[in-house]
């Protein structure tokens, strides 16, 4: 089954966004070769990131969200356009921590708690947006749900998934933000309130269900209306061009050790793991841009 996004409205006051991306999840752990933890971090981010992106207004809009929380997994981020395909990365796939209290992965000692989670938007205007708030507890829900009350003043209920099946592939992933439009009355918010306990339990009816059914179940007795559906895609844009701006971008010394000691340069993007060679021309090619007034 593919991976799927739904965006909907609820009694015409709540915008809900909701995700199955288990295919695209476990994709990125092959990439990646990721241990349970980093999966969990790479697959919670990626959920966040999907729904996240389906807000953009324009097609040629691109989305980045980064969390840091200075812990051993490092920098993880999900990148994306209005088109959901998505790339992501993780600094350290291969964290380990121990256990937590109740026996789970510990997912907050592995992000960390002492970072900030990073939105970048670029929507075609001189400068990029770009926002930050502190990481709450690492668990990357509260995190997202923190960031968009503080920085774009938007109240949101934010729950995001990644289940493993006993061979530590994916079984489950995805997530739903739902967030209340201005004005929206008190008896909906109130509605929403008591049914915090069936949206905790999105993950496991998505996991026997479709989405669509999962937001029918959750909504039963208000109107929901959905509005459309996505397909995200794990689709990295990474190309030899591209890498040859970053070539250029290390300067002229760093080029000139790449020919000298090297004959040449091995560069690997770190989204998809793709490798890509340039020989001592090339980068003698690229030495002269890079020197270029």
């Known amino acids: 089954m593919s991976d799927v996004l739904v965006r909907a ?3 015409k006051e709540l915008a809900v966004c909701a995700c199955n991306i288990s295919k695209m999840v476990e994709e990125a752990r092959n990439i990646h070769d990721t241990l349970p ?5 790479l697959g919670r981010t990626l959920a966040a990131g999907t729904m ?14 980064m969390i840091n929380g200075g812990g051993p997994a490092g920098t993880v981020m999900a990148v994306s356009g209005a088109n959901l395909h998505m790339k992501a990365y993780i600094a350290n796939p291969k964290v380990n921590t121990p256990p937590n209290e109740k026996g789970g992965f510990n997912i907050t000692d592995a992000v960390g708690k002492e970072g900030f989670v990073t939105v970048i938007k670029d929507l075609g205007l001189k400068d990029p947006y770009i926002g930050k708030t502190p990481v709450v507890n690492g668990e990357i829900g509260e995190d997202v749900a923190c960031y968009l009350m503080t920085s774009e003043q938007q109240p949101s209920i934010v729950y995001v998934n990644t289940w493993l099946e006993t061979d530590m592939s994916v079984v489950n992933a995805g997530g739903i933000i739902i967030r209340p439009m201005p004005g929206c009355s008190e008896e909906t918010l109130q509605a929403v309130e008591q049914r915090v306990p069936e949206i905790s339990n999105f993950a496991m009816y998505a996991f026997s269900d479709t989405v669509e059914n999962v937001l029918k179940k959750i909504f039963d007795g208000m109107e929901l209306d959905i509005l459309d559906t ?4 794990l689709q990295c844009d990474c190309s030899k061009e591209r890498l040859e701006q970053m070539v250029i971008s290390l300067g002229k010394n760093e080029i000139e050790d790449m020919i000298e000691q090297d004959k040449g340069a091995e560069i690997v993007c770190r989204f998809c793991n793709k490798k890509y060679w340039f020989d001592a021309q090339e980068l003698d090619d690229l030495l ?3 020197t270029k007034e």
């Open 9 to 11: 409205m609820v009694n």
């Open 37 to 41: 933890v980093g999966t969990i971090i």
């Open 52 to 65: 996240m992106a389906s807000m953009l207004k324009n097609d040629s809009d691109k989305f980045t969200l």
């Open 230 to 233: 996505q397909e995200p895609l």
């Open 288 to 290: 002269k841009l890079a």
